[in-house]
């Protein structure tokens, strides 16, 4: 990320841009990463890397939140898009389709997480590496960040914690338990 960037026009959630013709709702859809935004025009969305055809997004702590990209999922899909055009990769052709899919998935790796804490206490690499068995080895840091996404989310939840005293920061090489 480039932190010296500066936009020329920042938006805000729910300002527009027109032009001749043509309107872009900006939409803070924040998870991804904090600041991120997609673009509605009419019943298309310009989803930036929130919503992907090919691949679920990388939610990457601390500034990419699990907890914020479900629920701006969520948002994506009570506005009744039809197609998308993300970031990178081709269109995607039903919208509402995919976001229910990456709902499902984001469920499906929560309840393997908590299946696997069942066994004891374990880091997030330790984590990844028991339910990442089809994940090529140079995406495993990426597949390890969402694993402790989803940590943060379940701790934030009350329904898994960060081995040790109380306080201890959340932080990758910590071993986390269910409560």
């Known amino acids: 990320m480039d932190a010296d960037f500066t936009p020329d026009i920042c938006l805000a959630d729910g300002d527009t841009i027109t032009g001749d ?3 872009l709702r900006a939409l803070h859809t924040p998870g991804h990463l904090g600041n991120h ?4 025009w009419d019943k298309l969305v310009f989803t930036g890397d929130h919503v992907m055809g090919w691949a679920t997004s990388v939610v990457s702590p601390p500034d990419g939140d699990l907890t914020d990209y479900m629920a701006s999922c969520r948002r994506l899909g009570a506005t009744q898009a039809a197609r998308a055009y993300a970031g990178h990769g081709a269109p995607i052709p039903d919208l509402q ?14 309840a393997e997480i908590l299946a696997a804490l069942h066994h004891g206490p374990a ?25 402790l996404a989803h940590l943060i989310d379940l701790t934030s939840r009350g329904v898994t914690g960060p081995e040790g005293p109380a306080g201890t920061p959340i932080d990758p090489d910590v071993a986390f338990s269910i409560i």
């Open 21 to 23: 013709g043509w309107t």
């Open 37 to 40: 935004m997609c673009f509605l």
């Open 97 to 110: 389709d995919r976001i229910a899919r990456i709902i499902a998935h984001r469920h499906t790796r929560e």
């Open 123 to 147: 880091t997030p690499q330790q984590l990844t590496t028991a339910i990442n068995h089809d994940v090529p080895k140079a995406l495993l840091p990426m597949a390890q960040r969402n694993v």
